[in-house]
């Protein structure tokens, strides 16, 4: 199994541009989850899923953030209108029962 | 509502001493807790997590942690400290449905 795979690795926007992270998680896998990870904040959760529906969705900062999942294999973060102050590392992780949580690399995002 | 904190926000240890790192969950029912492990610029890997029954867990890379329900604590230990140890250490609990929680973090620099 190639494990939660989450692309770009990198991404350097400005400010006002569309930004959109993708993740895939592990085949099976039923629940979904984005982190954000800040020197300030530490790890937050932004949103996650069970079974491709949004189940909580408390974490994400303001109405410039939005998640899908089509369906199971596919899950993408998008920031329109992206700010500096979103810079960070966006992780996705999936579960699936007592099997752990497995978390992506990451995607470092640099809004300029 | 349900948490997990870290004190230690830093800690070193010399090459070949013991290591314990402190976590404490605020949680009402039998947790089910986490540690994981971040290396600079990297994902965050599972060391082990407590479900139920043995109150001592055995993780990867020779780490352990014990669940002690009356001092609602779960700390991380290993015997025998390496340089390749140097990262941070992230506890979670789980809240809710499936909703992964972390702590702030400790991290762990080893001397020479």
């Known amino acids: 199994d190639a494990g939660v795979i989450q692309s770009p690795r990198h991404e350097v926007t400005e400010m006002g541009q569309e930004v959109t992270l993708r993740c895939k998680p592990i085949s099976g896998h039923n629940s979904l989850f984005w982190y954000r990870q800040t020197m300030m904040r530490g790890l937050e959760l932004l949103i996650y899923f069970n079974n491709n529906v949004p189940i909580d969705d408390s974490g994400m900062p303001e109405d410039r953030f939005s998640a899908k999942m089509p369906n199971a294999s596919f899950s993408t973060l998008k920031i329109q209108p992206s700010e500096p102050r979103d810079s960070a590392v966006y992780f996705c992780?999936?579960?699936?029962?007592?099997?752990?949580?497995?978390f992506g690399s990451g995607t470092r995002l640099t809004v300029v | 509502a349900q948490s997990v904190t870290q004190p230690d926000i830093h800690i070193t240890v010399s090459e070949g001493a013991s290591l314990e790192l402190r976590c404490n969950y605020s949680y009402g029912a039998t947790p089910y807790l986490f540690w994981y492990v971040q290396s600079p610029g990297q994902g965050l890997q599972l060391l082990l997590k407590?479900?139920?029954?043995?109150?001592l867990v055995q993780g990867i890379k020779g780490f352990e942690a014990e669940f002690k329900r009356s001092q609602s604590s779960f700390n991380l230990r290993k015997p025998s400290v390496h340089w390749s140890d140097a990262a941070e250490y992230f506890c979670a609990v789980v809240t809710g449905f499936q909703k992964l929680v972390f702590g702030t973090g400790t991290r762990l620099l080893v001397s020479p």
């Open positions: 992780a999936s579960n699936q029962g007592d099997a752990g949580y497995t």
């Open positions: 407590y479900f139920s029954g043995d109150t």
